[in-house]
């Protein structure tokens, strides 16, 4: 069974750019989540994907956004890009029924300059 | 509001020894946990969880896990660490009130000494 998968490994971004990162969960999988990891932050919860619908979001400006497609992956956006946006992005899918275990990405480095 | 607090933020512990990271959680639902661990510049490997039944979990690793609803507690141990623990472990709570919604903690880093 292939993992969740992330792409690209890393992206360096200027400072005011857009950036995406991309997600693709586990077969079978519906919900997508993504967690922002800054250093000595710990996983701060971003967003939460469900059947193509946006079910949570945490306390971040608008300028995160992302959306799900009909084949359950996932993109996040990030524009109007700050130097503190740089972190590393996991995103982790878990099956529909509750009690379901999230299984991570290896992530998406983002270096803003 | 939820929480998911770990006490300690480093904790450095000799090869062979045994290991407790704390876990502590504020949640007014009937939770569910877990326990996670993380290489340097990897993603998240599930350990254990934990739903209902025994409190005593067993999970990958050689790890275990106990949950005391008295002290709103799920401590992960180890009774001998190996080199290759040396990681970041994360503690998570999910409830089903709140469908698939996780919280997690700040984060325990570990260092084995030789």
């Known amino acids: 069974e292939a993992g969740v998968t992330q792409s690209p490994t890393h992206l360096i971004k200027t400072r005011g750019q857009q950036a995406t990162l991309r997600c693709s969960p586990i077969?079978?999988?519906?919900?997508v989540y993504w967690y922002q990891q800054a250093l000595g932050l710990g996983l701060q919860f971003l967003l939460w994907?469900?059947?193509?619908?946006?079910?949570n979001r945490g306390n971040f400006p608008p300028r995160f956004s992302g959306r799900q497609f009909p084949n359950y992956s996932s993109e996040l956006n990030v524009n109007a890009l700050e130097l503190e946006d740089s972190a590393l992005y996991l995103c982790?899918?878990?099956?529909?029924?509750?009690?379901?275990?999230?299984?991570f990405g290896n992530g998406t480095r983002l270096t803003v300059t | 509001a939820q929480s998911v607090t770990q006490p300690d933020i480093h904790i450095t512990v000799s090869e062979g020894a045994s290991l407790e990271l704390r876990c502590n959680y504020s949640?007014?639902?009937?939770?569910?946990l877990f326990w996670y661990v993380q290489s340097p510049g990897q993603g998240l490997q599930l350990l254990l969880k934990?739903?209902?039944?025994?409190?005593l979990v067993q999970g990958i690793k050689g790890f275990e896990a106990e949950f005391k609803r008295s002290q709103s507690s799920f401590n992960l141990r180890k009774p001998s660490v190996h080199w290759s623990d040396a990681a970041e472990y994360f503690c998570?709570?999910?409830?089903?009130?709140?469908?698939?919604?996780?919280?997690f903690g700040t984060g325990t880093s570990l260092t084995v000494i030789p």
């Open positions: 982790a899918s878990s099956r529909r029924e509750n009690y379901s275990p999230l299984h």
């Open positions: 077969s079978g999988h519906t919900s």
């Open positions: 994907y469900d059947e193509g619908e946006e079910r």
């Open positions: 949640y007014g639902a009937t939770p569910y």
């Open positions: 934990y739903f209902s039944g025994d409190t």
């Open positions: 998570a709570v999910g409830a089903r009130e709140t469908g698939n919604q996780f919280y």
